[in-house]
């Protein structure tokens, strides 16, 4: 019994979320492989004050957004070919009436407790923290502020089974892994000792109501750990179904690290007050990161499987994940190893072997594959070497090193290029007296590329069976594997062998991947985005207090924009200081700046405005949603904000382009940006980059006289997003 942490409701998993259910589905199909009867459990965790929240702003109901966001999540976990036995949800009916009766049998058994809690709340966490678990007085979990809480709650007695858990850990080590989790569990929450662990709310409604005090719903952590035995027919009433008696306990949960210490420490403790016993282990998997960082909707960084997908085909996206997964330390996803693992790899150590050997088949034999039984001392080391890996496989996947496990796999179709090499079927074709040899050679490569194709089957099932059609072989049982020479001596190969994965151009790639991030998940429509980058600076001089604006001549402060209008111009900016006569009410000045906009022909406009001009009742937000240019920002950030708009794009490239519709009030000093270390050291990473360098065909950067050096400031900091310098932008 392998079961996944139950993904959490608020909105579309990531990449990093779909890591684990896509190494959860390995293992599951290599302990099938291996012969073991596997139930293998994934699903949604759907109640808490962020869902009620998320739906609020929604404008839907709590269980109409769920219901909306769980589709989603298994939308994506069936793309990636995820083998789950069950999908369980928490607002299933028999979990939720499951739920109630532990509660209240944990509540007759005194192990549940009324009281009322005070200290600090972090709402996405939905977790309680005293002051001094506090970090810098932000959550220790997701660093995010925490406000102080107080409200009548119902309490579980950790400390009652603290020492038993205690126990249980020092006597069974393999519990916890990798051992670094075991290790900060122990120190830093068992020993120093338990805190009684808040199991109610009375703040907000959206959960499972506590049936004796139903003003009270059961606290998300007892909903959402309990999943993995209701979800197999447990019962507190005692009537457990035949799936219970024969898979609890579990096997296996396979979590990620930041939530070890709900299932190491919260979960056991309350099989204990169930006296059921504990899970056989739960490992923390490391987390799958975005460049160098943790990825969150948050940070603007998210990539999301089936974005991958689209690109690279499921299975190429499976054995990035499973392959660039260490054991204990964090992964890192990029479009460009994507990219050099899709060639190197996929392509050319996998792709390109069978291709050839079946290519060569064809060619030299019309495809018939037959063992002469000419071998020579090459052939005994490739069969060693073939037959070994196995077991080397085996060992890995014992230790859930996954990753370690698929590298074991691709020594062996590393080893058949090598075994080309150094046999060269081209040169023996050559000699008619060499065909038996030949021959001999080509069945040689099948076979081992039927075993490595074998192994390969947990971790890219699709590609298992593309192979194994190619040269028509069946599939074999990892027992079958101790074996060299199963293959039907006189078989033959498709005459039309496919090509199993395209090398990809990385410059190609990342136009293809701008555009579509563009057209599908940032602005929602499609732009024809182009090539060639140019960015434009020009000093109208004061312009809204000049007289001789003019509409239709488009020229202000005598120059003339005329010529600038282009369809092409996607982006505008607009860089002023505080109001000047005669345009000194937000929404004159608004429709000022929509009518140039208008008549740059510009898709979007991007407004630089200063806190001088707020009087802290968002006037500038409101009037400004009146006129024509409207922002899609529900609560604009008011106040003096370092370098709002450039900084934060600079800081994080996604966040900017999701803001392309936005109007930014806020303060920004030259100064501020162009020395802070903050910049010099993103400005030296133009690579968060090259994801950007077809974006924006025309950015117009416009500023009255007291904004041009903000301006020119954002010009350049422009160019710099647009991979140029500033010494490329027209009219400095």
């Not at 069978?354 to 018939?368: L, P, Q």
């Not at 046999?423 to 099948?446: C, G, I």
Request: a negative charge; aromatic letters at 10%; hydrophobic letters at 35%.
């Amino acid at each position: 019994y392998i079961s996944t942490a139950i993904a959490y409701t608020s909105g579309k998993p990531h990449i990093g979320n779909t890591y684990e259910v896509v190494l959860a589905d390995a293992i599951a199909r290599f302990k099938r492989q291996q012969g073991y009867d596997v139930y293998f459990q994934t699903g949604t965790d759907e109640h808490g004050q962020k869902i009620e929240l998320k739906a609020e702003e929604a404008g839907v109901t709590p269980k109409e957004f769920v219901d909306n966001v769980s589709g989603e999540i298994k939308r994506i976990w069936d793309l990636m070919n995820t083998s789950y036995d069950k999908f369980i949800r928490t607002t299933d009916e028999d979990h939720e009436k499951q739920v109630q009766k532990i509660f209240k049998k944990m509540y007759a058994k005194g192990d549940i407790y009324k009281g009322e809690y005070e200290g600090m709340y972090c709402t996405p966490c939905e977790s309680f923290f005293t002051e001094s678990q506090l970090v810098d007085g932000k959550c220790p979990d997701c660093g995010r502020p925490c406000v102080p809480a107080k409200e009548e709650a119902y309490f579980f007695k950790m400390s009652k089974y603290a020492d038993r858990l205690i126990e249980h850990i020092k006597t069974h080590p393999e519990f916890i892994q990798p051992e670094s989790r075991k290790n900060e569990m122990m120190n830093n929450f068992l020993l120093p000792g338990l805190q009684d662990l808040c199991v109610s709310r009375t703040s907000f409604k959206w959960g499972i109501p506590v049936d004796f005090d139903p003003k009270h719903v059961v606290y998300v952590w007892l909903d959402a750990l309990t999943n993995y035995i209701t979800g197999i027919g447990y019962d507190c009433d005692g009537d457990n179904s035949e799936l219970f008696n024969k898979m609890w306990p579990a096997d296996l949960h396979l979590i990620g690290k930041d939530i070890i210490r709900f299932h190491t420490i919260y979960w056991p403790i309350f099989l204990m007050s169930l006296d059921l016993p504990l899970p056989k282990q739960v490992f923390g998997h490391p987390w799958l990161l975005q460049g160098d960082g943790k990825m969150s909707k948050s940070k603007g960084n998210v990539i999301y499987a089936d974005e991958l997908v689209d690109f690279f085909g499921v299975d190429a996206v499976r054995y990035f994940v499973l392959h660039e997964m260490p054991f204990d330390n964090d992964g890192v996803i990029t479009w460009e190893l994507m990219v050099e693992r899709m060639n190197s790899e996929l392509a050319n150590t996998l792709g390109n072997l069978v291709n050839r050997t079946i290519s060569m088949s064809n060619k030299y034999f019309g495809g018939v594959v037959e063992n002469k039984g000419v071998t020579e001392p090459v052939d005994d080391d490739l069969k060693s070497f073939i037959l070994s890996v196995p077991a080397k496989v085996d060992a890995k996947m014992e230790k859930l090193r996954v990753a370690d496990a698929i590298t074991e796999v691709f020594t062996i179709f590393k080893r058949c290029n090598k075994y080309i090499d150094e046999t060269m079927p081209w040169a023996l074709a050559k000699d008619e007296s060499k065909q038996d040899r030949l021959a001999t050679v080509l069945y040689n490569l099948v076979e081992g590329i039927c075993i490595g194709t074998t192994l390969l089957e947990s971790f890219m099932p699709d590609t298992t069976k593309r192979i194994l059609g190619q040269l028509n072989a069946s599939e074999r049982s990892l027992e079958d594997l101790k074996t060299f020479g199963l293959y039907p001596s006189g078989n033959k190969v498709t005459d039309k062998p496919e090509i199993l994965f395209a090398r990809m151009d990385i410059k190609e790639v990342m136009e293809k991947v701008n555009e579509a991030l563009y057209e599908s998940k940032l602005i929602g429509y499609p732009r024809p985005w182009k090539n060639k980058v140019r960015t434009f600076c020009q000093n109208p001089g004061g312009f809204v207090a000049q007289e001789n604006y003019d509409n239709d001549l488009a020229v202000v402060n005598g120059h003339s924009f005329k010529d600038k209008k282009s369809e092409n111009t996607n982006l505008a900016i607009l860089v002023s200081h505080n109001f000047t006569e005669p345009f000194n009410q937000p929404i004159e000045y608004a429709q000022k700046v929509g009518e140039l906009t208008n008549m740059l022909g510009a898709g979007h406009i991007m407004v630089q405005r200063f806190g001088d001009i707020l009087d802290g009742k968002r006037t500038w937000q409101y009037e400004l949603n009146k006129s024509n240019v409207k922002p899609t920002l529900k609560d604009a950030v008011a106040g003096d904000i370092t370098a709002a708009m450039p900084y934060r794009a600079m800081t994080n490239i996604i966040e900017f382009i999701k803001m392309l519709d936005i109007v930014v009030p806020g303060f920004a000093s030259t100064e501020t940006l162009l020395y802070s270390p903050e910049l010099k050291f993103y400005s030296n990473k133009v690579k968060m980059d090259e994801n950007l360098n077809t974006n924006i065909l025309n950015l117009h950067c416009l500023c009255d006289s007291s904004g041009w050096t903000r301006g020119l400031m954002m010009a350049s900091v422009m160019g710099v997003l647009m991979g140029q310098k500033l010494s490329d932008a027209e009219n400095n």
